[in-house]
């Protein structure tokens, strides 16, 4: 039997060895570098490792960071898909439902969605008041002077901006009436009371039953809402 370099043992065979001559100092040079020299190596070795790891690691965090601060730049219709109440032609749709003038249903999806951004609220919620107020008649007008889509009354006229006075006119009567309700959101405590406010209901002796608007107002804007839906299935 010989020892094999590896530190096992191996049969002898006649004529055959697996022992190598050694033919220059080189061959055997690092059998006896110094204890010093091996572990400086490894130290080298495990800071070189450590390194990469941590230059790795750096440079995710900047790729995240800089990926989340370009999300941040982008306009927001590219981070967050515009909802069907935002897009005056799906509204416009719904709208012809209601009337039976497509040019009116186009004005008054343009309007409702522009006036809508403007003041932060949900066209839907603009148009479930309408649906309460008018049923989508431009032309209407309450016992009490009311006028339009929204019902505005003659006393607010010109006092928000608007391009026109005339109420029966569409985009100013809901540049009106979406004003309106938004300062009664602003100053009310909660959406319900908002649209109570909105609707005159201040005591409930305004109009019969005023306590219910809410409700319907609501109701006409989740309505609204299913059926701004059911044109994207």
């Given at each position: 039997m010989y020892q094999r370099p590896d530190g096992g043992l191996s049969r002898v065979k006649p004529g055959f060895t697996s022992l190598?001559?050694?033919?220059?100092?080189?061959?055997?040079?690092?059998?006896?570098?110094?204890?010093?020299?091996?572990?400086?190596?490894?130290?080298?070795?495990?800071?070189?490792?450590?390194?990469?790891?941590?230059?790795?690691?750096?440079?995710?965090?900047?790729?995240?960071?800089?990926?989340?601060?370009?999300?941040?730049?982008?306009?927001?219709?590219?981070?967050?898909?515009t909802s069907p109440a935002e897009d005056p032609f799906m509204v416009s749709q719904v709208l012809r439902r209601y009337t039976r003038s497509s040019s009116d249903a186009d004005r008054i999806a343009r309007a409702v969605v522009s006036e809508g951004k403007k003041k932060k609220i949900d066209p839907a919620m603009i148009l479930g008041i309408m649906l309460v107020e008018s049923e989508m008649n431009p032309r209407a007008r309450s016992f009490v002077g009311a006028a339009g889509l929204m019902q505005v009354m003659p006393f607010h006229r010109g006092?928000?901006?608007?391009?026109?006075?005339?109420?029966?006119?569409?985009?100013?009567?809901?540049?009106?009436?979406?004003?309106?309700?938004?300062?009664?959101?602003?100053?009310a405590p909660n959406i319900?009371?908002?649209?109570?406010?909105?609707?005159?209901?201040?005591?409930?002796k305004n109009t019969p039953n005023c306590h219910t608007y809410t409700r319907k107002v609501m109701n006409a804007r989740d309505r609204t809402n299913r059926q701004l839906l059911s044109l994207t299935d």
């Open positions: 190598r001559f050694v033919e220059s100092h080189d061959q055997v040079s690092h059998l006896y570098r110094p204890a010093w020299r091996r572990t400086l190596a490894s130290i080298v070795r495990v800071t070189g490792l450590s390194v990469l790891l941590a230059a790795g690691t750096l440079f995710t965090y900047n790729y995240q960071r800089h990926a989340s601060a370009s999300l941040q730049i982008l306009p927001g219709a590219v981070i967050r898909a006092r928000w901006g608007c391009n026109s006075r005339d109420l029966y006119d569409i985009e100013s009567n809901i540049c009106h009436g979406v004003s309106v309700l938004a300062d009664n959101i602003k100053r319900g009371v908002a649209l109570q406010r909105y609707n005159g209901c201040v005591r409930g």
